[in-house]
């Protein structure tokens, strides 16, 4: 299961209603959504990444079992939803139901929506038919060591005095209270700054992003706040971000960090540079396949 992305600018209405849960935008949220999707080309490479990931389990679940598995994508907020696709898997004969988000850390207001939307349209289409959920693979060993290489690389053409700031999705802080997302968050975290040899304060920290324009309290602190601060300190010369929250590019790591981050930092005089994403890096997924099969 994965976020999904209008197919095109027509859709973006669409989709935008979609995950304001049904309220359509204003004309200036609109205008405001068009307009980044617009900076990063106009569309989002969010569809065709997931579907790249989508073949790569696939491919790598054929080789552990031949025959076995049958990989469908279901999108919280773009065609082809998950509860077509359950359907549609049950229709053609699917006996049991493995679920899996594209992203890494659990929360109630993320991976939990996502989970109720699977057990909720498995039972609609087939009382009983027995589904098993992955609610979490931040600890997986292949993610950690791919992050840490990714860090490395993007330090090794930065300046000597550069912090890494490992971001996520920030969410509502009524959302997150006792919520495991932010220890799931530090934990990651501190396993590939341990990989990649950062030293604990100077070296890296946490950060939010892409916290939505509402009146509600969003978790920070924001990435851009952390860029402007760490500025004023005078103690670094530039950052690496690195969205450990994501498995691929999209709008959130293209405008938000690339072109967004990136512009905070260098009008704040720091050097910026972000780490490459997942994608469907096949080491990271071949141990995401085995963890699949074990839950079946
Ligand atoms: O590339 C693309 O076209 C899609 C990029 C995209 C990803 C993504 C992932 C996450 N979101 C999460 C939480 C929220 C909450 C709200 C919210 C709103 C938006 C909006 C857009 C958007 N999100 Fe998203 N998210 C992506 C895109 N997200 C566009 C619309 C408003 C805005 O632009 O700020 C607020 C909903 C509300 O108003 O009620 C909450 C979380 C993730 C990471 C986990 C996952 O991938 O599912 C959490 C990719």
């Not at 027509?10 to 949220?29: K, L």
């Not at 898997?89 to 109630?108: K, T």
């Not at 060591?145 to 009524?174: C, G, N």
């Not at 498995?247 to 072109?259: A, K, M, Q, W």
Request: aromatic residues 8%.
């Amino acid at each position: 299961m994965a976020y999904g992305t209008p197919a095109g600018p027509a859709d973006v209405e669409a989709y935008y209603t979609h995950i304001r849960r049904g309220r359509p935008p204003s004309a200036d949220e609109l205008a405001d959504l068009q307009a980044r999707y617009d900076a990063i080309g106009g569309v989002s490479p969010l569809a065709e990444r997931t579907e790249a990931q989508r073949a790569r389990l696939q491919e790598t679940l054929d080789n552990l079992a031949p025959g076995r598995f049958r990989v469908a994508l279901g999108n919280k907020h773009a065609a082809p939803f998950i509860e077509d696709t359950v359907a549609s898997l049950i229709a053609d004969g699917a006996e049991r139901l493995v679920g899996l988000v594209l992203a890494p850390h659990y929360s109630r207001g993320s991976v939990g929506e996502y989970r109720e939307r699977l057990d909720a349209s498995a039972a609609a289409a087939a009382a009983g038919l027995p589904v098993a959920m992955i609610e979490r693979w931040y600890d997986l060993p292949a993610l950690h060591e791919f992050l840490a290489r990714a860090v490395t690389d993007a330090l090794a053409a930065m300046p000597e005095r550069t912090k890494v700031l490992f971001t996520a999705h920030s969410l509502p802080v009524a959302v997150l209270d006792g919520d495991p997302y932010e220890d799931e968050l530090r934990a990651s975290a501190t396993a590939v700054a341990a990989r990649a040899g950062l030293p604990r304060w100077a070296g890296w920290t946490l950060a939010w992003q892409s916290a939505a324009r509402t009146p509600m309290a969003w978790k920070g602190p924001d990435i851009l706040e952390v860029i402007r601060d760490l500025a004023a300190t005078g103690r670094a010369d530039g950052v690496v971000v690195c969205p450990q929250g994501f498995t691929s590019d999209h709008l959130e790591v293209l405008y938000d960090l690339d072109i967004r981050a990136r512009s905070s930092a260098e009008e704040a005089g720091l050097a910026f540079a972000r780490t490459r994403s997942v994608n469907d890096d096949p080491t990271v997924f071949g141990e995401l396949a085995a963890v699949v099969a074990a839950a079946v």
